[in-house]
């Protein structure tokens, strides 16, 4: 059955649905903290480069479970948009971070840590999901370089 645009919506069913946003909008639409300047979801950006949004997102995982360093996919980062300086909303989060995600605590060494990082940029130039989004680390990277050396040392290592 194609669904398309000229389907006449179901009376029962928006009723539902407008009952759930009723409940769900105020609190989506509270604000959770105050952004001091934009943060860029775009995916051109998250899944090909270092992102403050990313950083931020990796910053807050890395406090909740402690660790040194923290590691995020810039394909979990979803809406595709540049939230602007000002409130953030629980919605603006929600839009953001979509998925029921689990944050595990790993212990790895440095070697590893490494070729993780190198198989995050293995799609350079190409944007990529697999990016890395990371906090506690700062590296070098030569995305001119070969696959599997494009990570110089963490910096001050």
Do not use: K
């Not at 998250?46 to 949004?53: D, H, K, S, W």
């Not at 300086?85 to 590893?112: C, K, Q, W, Y």
């Amino acid at each position: 059955i194609p669904v398309e645009a000229d389907i006449a919506e179901a009376p029962d069913v928006a009723a539902l649905v407008a009952r759930y946003h009723a409940q769900a909008d105020p609190q989506l639409d509270r604000p959770i903290t105050v952004l001091r300047v934009a943060l860029d979801g775009r995916d051109i950006v998250v899944r090909l480069e270092p992102a403050l949004v990313g950083r931020f997102v990796a910053e807050v995982m890395r406090g909740r479970v402690g660790a040194d360093v923290a590691l995020l996919n810039g394909g979990a980062i979803r809406g595709n948009r540049v939230v602007p300086p000002g409130p953030l909303s629980r919605r603006d989060v929600v839009t953001m971070l979509p998925f029921g995600n689990t944050v595990a605590l790993l212990e790895m060494d440095g070697g590893t840590l490494r070729a993780v990082l190198e198989r995050s940029v293995e799609a350079l130039p190409q944007p990529s999901g697999r990016f890395l989004q990371t906090a506690g680390l700062d590296y070098v990277l030569d995305a001119d370089a070969p696959i599997s050396r494009r990570h110089g040392p963490p910096l001050g290592e």
